[in-house]
């Protein structure tokens, strides 16, 4: 097995120790398990990543349907307001 070494801030230190000590492990173990997910493809979801996704799924979804907003698919103004033009 190969050691490695990484420099972080004193705060992440002080929570990725809180957090192993939550999941009964060491900080070493939970970098191993996050590498291996990550290599696996199996790594969750960030928050950003998540709403890039659904703004990248929403874009497409209005381009299958034909692109967006057209001013010729607004209503007159006397249509819109039930107006008769020559009253």
Do not use: C
């Not at 696996?40 to 349907?65: C, K, S």
Request: hydrophobic share 40%; glycine share 6%; aromatic share 4%.
């Amino acid at each position: 097995m190969k050691n490695i070494t990484i420099s972080i801030d004193e705060e992440t230190y002080r929570l990725s120790r809180v957090k192993a000590a939550e999941a009964g492990t060491s900080v070493s173990a939970l970098v191993r398990a996050y590498l291996v997910a990550l290599i696996q493809g199996q790594v969750p979801e960030t928050d950003f990543d998540r709403r890039r996704r659904l703004q990248d799924e929403t874009l497409e979804a209005i381009q299958v349907r034909g692109g967006g907003l057209r001013s010729a698919d607004n209503l007159p103004r006397d249509a819109l307001h039930g107006r008769d033009a020559f009253s």
